[in-house]
Nanobody
């Protein structure tokens, strides 16, 4: 089992930047595909970005492509999400997630993930 703890959320003005971090408890962090998801009030949880375990291939939702960057540091057991050019519609609770399930796809389905963090609030003011 792996425990995930997000940090780095906060309040930022539109156009600003934030970097989220997700610390994992397992030294086998590199064997997990990782993802970021978000949930705004009254909406369903949605895919933001994912990164594969071995290839490091990354995938993004169209709404964040070109503004957000997902990365991982396997030596530090940490996942990151660099968020630039933030918009009010990016306001949500952001969750990191981990899975050791194999998929040939983009890992964009929340159903693939076994482990979730508690979430960190990101609020973008206009």
């Amino acid at each position: 089992q792996v425990q995930l703890v997000e940090s780095g959320g906060g309040l930022v003005q539109a156009g600003g930047s934030l970097r989220l971090s997700c610390a994992a408890s397992r030294r086998t962090f590199s064997s997990y595909a990782m993802g970021w998801f978000r949930q705004a009030p009254g909406k369903e949880r949605e895919f933001v970005a994912t990164i594969k375990r071995s290839s490091g291939s990354t995938y993004y939702a169209d709404s964040v492509k070109g503004r957000f960057t997902i990365s991982r540091d396997n030596a530090k057991n940490t996942l990151y999400l660099q968020m630039n050019s933030l918009r009010p519609e990016d306001t949500a609770v952001y969750y990191c997630a981990a899975t050791d399930t194999y998929s040939s796809g983009t890992y964009s389905s929340a159903a693939l993930y076994d482990y979730w963090g508690q979430g960190t609030q990101v609020t973008v003011s206009s």
